[in-house]
């Protein structure tokens, strides 16, 4: 894969996705190349996604994420992606995986009280996941 596809993949043309497009299966070394990442680049990485529930989206983004815009979740959705890259210090990141808004955020609230070390791990292994079924949807 290009790193063009490969930005495609993971939102963003990040040093993550520079160092993937140099590998023989880019997918397949994601998931452990993103672990051996320094502290910046992964949340370079993972603050290159959009918040879930934000109003400028990628396509890709947008319909993975659904339409269910029910102002009531939308609002506690910023409020609490808010909270959360305030806490941890870097966008929260969420294999969707056509759960609806409601959904997310009720996974958000769990995930938000996590120390950061066990949250920086979950979001990247999130990321990966978000990327493969993109690629295996294509």
């Known amino acids: 894969l ?3 596809e490969l930005a495609e993949l993971f939102e963003g043309r990040t040093r993550f996705v ?3 497009a140099h ?4 997918l397949a070394r994601a998931r452990t190349l993103v672990h051996e990442l320094s502290p910046a680049d ?9 918040a879930i529930g934000a ?3 990628s396509a890709r983004s947008a319909a993975e994420q659904g339409s269910d815009d029910e102002p ?3 609002a506690e959705l910023a409020r609490f992606n808010a909270e959360y890259e305030t806490r941890h210090g870097f966008r929260f990141v969420v294999f969707v995986n ?3 808004k409601r959904e997310i955020l009720e996974v958000l609230r769990v995930r938000i009280d996590r120390t950061t070390d ?7 292994e999130e990321l990966v996941a978000i990327a493969e079924d993109r690629w295996l949807r294509r």
């Open 98 to 100: 056509r759960r609806s």
């Open 118 to 124: 066990e949250e920086l791990e979950t979001a990247l």
């Open 18 to 20: 520079e160092l993937l």
């Open 55 to 57: 109003a400028k989206l």
């Open 42 to 50: 992964k949340r370079a990485v993972l603050d290159a996604h959009p």
């Open 23 to 26: 590998e023989p299966d880019p």
């Open 2 to 4: 290009s790193a063009a």
């Open 72 to 74: 009531a979740v939308l």
